[in-house]
C-alpha cells in the first residue's frame, strides 16, 4: 500500500541503471499507523502458545525453500549482488528462521529456586515478549539483515516493524508476502518504507519497545541516541573497517584467494569484508602482487548473468562516492596499485560499476587507511610486526571484524587474545558467526549490549521475570 501523499524515492537495477521501482518515504503519520496495527496485534499474538508461533516460521521456512530462486533474482536486481552472492545470502536468511524455530526450547527461563531467602518461598524466572519491535535495515543484505532480528522476535511473541533500506525496498515487500500467506495474525508483521522521517519515528514512538538498527556508524550512533533517550531498548550495528593481519610464515595461495574474495565478494559491500590488509615483514611485495593479480581475474558484470563474479555497486550515488574517496586518496599521493575507477561492463553501460581497486603502502593517517570504503577498494598497509599490526588496529575506532593468516598458534591465539573487534577469523577472511552464534562488533562498529541472533537474539527480544512465591 502507498501511503497517501508520500514523496517518491527512486530505487534502480544497479546492473542497468534502470528505474524498477518507486520507494514511498514515509512520513511519521504512516509510522504511526503501522505501529498502532503492530501494539493492536500484540495481546493476542504473545497469548499465542509459542509452539503455534513456531509452526508459523516452519511453514515460513518451507516458503522461502519453495521461493528461493525468485528471492534470488529480486535481491540481485535490486541489490546487484551475483546470483551466487544473492544465493549465499537468502541460504543465511533461512539459517536464522530455523534457529528460531526452536524457539519453545531456547525461550524456556531456565531457573527457578525453592527456599530462597526463607523457607516455603520459591522464585522462578519466564521469558515475556517487549511488545512492538523496530527494525530498521541497510541495503546491502536486504533479504537477510531483517530476518537476524524478526524470526526472533516473532517466535518470542513480539510484533514488529520492519523499515528496510529505501534503496532496496523489493525483496522485504516479498517477504513480508510471504509470510503472511503462512497465517500470521493481521499487524503482527508491519513493513514501512522510507527513510530518516520513518526511522525517527519509530525511535520517538512512545508504543515501540525496542529498536534493531544496521548501518552506518554516524546513523547507529544517532539512532542508538535517540531511541535509548526515549527510553527503549535499543541495539545498533554500525559500519566496518576490518583488518586482515598476513603473517610471513603463511601459505599464501591459500591466504590471498581468501582475502581477496573478502575484499571484493558482493563488490565490497559487506560489513565483514576485509578493508585493510597488512602484511607482516618480508610478505608484502608478494602479498601486494598476487592481490593485484587476483583482483584482475574478477569479471565485472550484471550479477544476473551467470559466470559474474562481481557485480556493481547499489546505486549511482554509492559509485561516486566511492571514486570520489579513490581520486583523494590518490591526490594525497597514496600509490594505486590498481585502479578500477574507469572499468565499463561493455552490454551494460549506464550500470553503476567500479572495478577493484587496490591502494598500496597505505598508513593510519590518509582517509583510506581508517575510513569505511563500502565498495571494491583493498587497502594494504604492510607493517614490520604483528605488535605494528596492533599498533594500526587501535587507531582505527570502528572494530566489527578482524582475521589472520599464519601458520603459527601461537601468533593465532595472540591475535584472537588481544583483537578489538569480537569476529575473529584464523585463516577465514569472512568470519561470520552462524545464525546460532552472537552477532555484532565494537567501539564505533555496535552501540547497545546485547547481539544479534543466536541466543543473543532471544535475550534482546524478551524480557526476564521473576516470580517470588510464598503460599502460606
Ligand atoms: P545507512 O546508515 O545509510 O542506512 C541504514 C538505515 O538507516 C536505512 O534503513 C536508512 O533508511 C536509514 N537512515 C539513513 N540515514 C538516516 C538518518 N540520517 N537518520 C535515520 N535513519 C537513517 O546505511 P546503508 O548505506 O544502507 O548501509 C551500509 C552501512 O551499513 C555500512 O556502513 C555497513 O558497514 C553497515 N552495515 C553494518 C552491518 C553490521 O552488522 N555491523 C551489517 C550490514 C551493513
Given at each position: 500500500m502507498r501511503p497517501g501523499g508520500a514523496e517518491l524515492f527512486d530505487s534502480y537495477n544497479p546492473a542497468t541503471g534502470e528505474v524498477i521501482a518507486r520507494t514511498p518515504l514515509s512520513r511519521a503519520s504512516d509510522v504511526d499507523a503501522a505501529v498502532?496495527?503492530?501494539?493492536?496485534?500484540?495481546?493476542?499474538w504473545r497469548e499465542t502458545p509459542v509452539v503455534q508461533r513456531a509452526r508459523i516460521l516452519f511453514h515460513f521456512h518451507q516458503k522461502l525453500e519453495q521461493h528461493f530462486d525468485e528471492l534470488v533474482r529480486i535481491v540481485t536486481t535490486n541489490q546487484g549482488k551475483t546470483l551466487a552472492e544473492a544465493r549465499g545470502s537468502l541460504q543465511r536468511t533461512i539459517e536464522n528462521v530455523e534457529v528460531a524455530c526452536a524457539g519453545p526450547s531456547l525461550l524456556m527461563g531456565g531457573y527457578g529456586l525453592e527456599n530462597v531467602g526463607s523457607r516455603g518461598v520459591d522464585s522462578h524466572v519466564v521469558r515475556q515478549p517487549l511488545g512492538v519491535c523496530a527494525i530498521i535495515t541497510p541495503f546491502n543484505f536486504p533479504a537477510m539483515v531483517p530476518m537476524m532480528f524478526l524470526p526472533y522476535a516473532l517466535v518470542s511473541?513480539?510484533?514488529?516493524?520492519?523499515?528496510?533500506?529505501?534503496q532496496v525496498p523489493l525483496i522485504q515487500r516479498r517477504v513480508a508476502e510471504l509470510l503472511l500467506e503462512c497465517d500470521l495474525p493481521p499487524g503482527v508483521l508491519n513493513v514501512v518504507n522510507g527513510g530518516r522521517?520513518?526511522?525517527?519515528?519509530?525511535?520517538?514512538?512512545?508504543?515501540?519497545?525496542?529498536?534493531?538498527?544496521?548501518?552506518?556508524?554516524?546513523?547507529?550512533?544517532?539512532?542508538?541516541?535517540r531511541a535509548t533517550h526515549a527510553g527503549k531498548r535499543a541495539q545498533c550495528f554500525g559500519g566496518a573497517k576490518n583488518l586482515v593481519v598476513v603473517m610471513p610464515d603463511v601459505n599464501?595461495?591459500?591466504?590471498?584467494?581468501?582475502?581477496?574474495?573478502?575484499?571484493?565478494?558482493?563488490?565490497?559491500?559487506r560489513c565483514l569484508a576485509a578493508s585493510v590488509m597488512v602484511p607482516v615483514g618480508e610478505v608484502h611485495a608478494e602479498a601486494r602482487d598476487r592481490m593485484v593479480a587476483l583482483a584482475q581475474g574478477y569479471r565485472l558484470g550484471d550479477g544476473a548473468v551467470e559466470g559474474t563474479t562481481m557485480g556493481p555497486v547499489v546505486t549511482g550515488l554509492a559509485r561516486d562516492r566511492i571514486v570520489g574517496m579513490i581520486d583523494r586518496s590518490a591526490s594525497a599521493g597514496v600509490p594505486l596499485a590498481l585502479d578500477g575507477r574507469t572499468?565499463?561492463?561493455?552490454?551494460?553501460?549506464?550500470?553503476?560499476?567500479?572495478?577493484?581497486?587496490?591502494?598500496?603502502?597505505?598508513?593510519?593517517?590518509?582517509?583510506?587507511?581508517?575510513?569505511?570504503?563500502?565498495?571494491?577498494?583493498?587497502?594494504i598497509a604492510p607493517v614490520k610486526t604483528l605488535e605494528d599490526a596492533f599498533t594500526l588496529m587501535h587507531r582505527i575506532p570502528k572494530a566489527n571484524a578482524a582475521a589472520i593468516f599464519t601458520s603459527s598458534g601461537k601468533a593465532a591465539r595472540e591475535f584472537s587474545h588481544r583483537a578489538t573487534a569480537p569476529m575473529v577469523g584464523v585463516n577465514i577472511g569472512v568470519p561470520?558467526?552462524?545464525?546460532?552464534?552472537?552477532?555484532?562488533?565494537a567501539r564505533e562498529s555496535f552501540f547497545g549490549d546485547t547481539k544479534a541472533h543466536g541466543r543473543a537474539g532471544f535475550d534482546f527480544f524478551t524480557e526476564q521475570k521473576q516470580t517470588i512465591y510464598r503460599w502460606t
Open positions: 498502532a496495527a503492530a501494539r493492536a496485534a500484540f495481546e493476542g511473541g513480539n510484533t514488529a516493524v520492519v523499515k528496510p533500506s529505501e522521517e520513518a526511522v525517527e519515528a519509530l525511535c520517538d514512538h512512545p508504543d515501540v519497545r525496542a529498536v534493531s538498527f544496521v548501518g552506518s556508524s554516524p546513523v547507529a550512533r544517532a539512532v542508538y541516541r599464501l595461495d591459500d591466504a590471498i584467494r581468501s582475502i581477496a574474495e573478502s575484499f571484493f565478494v558482493c563488490a565490497g559491500q572499468a565499463r561492463v561493455a552490454d551494460r553501460p549506464d550500470g553503476f560499476f567500479v572495478g577493484p581497486t587496490i591502494f598500496d603502502e597505505v598508513s593510519a593517517d590518509v582517509e583510506i587507511g581508517t575510513e569505511e570504503v563500502f565498495g571494491p577498494v583493498a587497502v561470520a558467526p552462524m545464525a546460532y552464534f552472537p552477532f555484532g562488533g
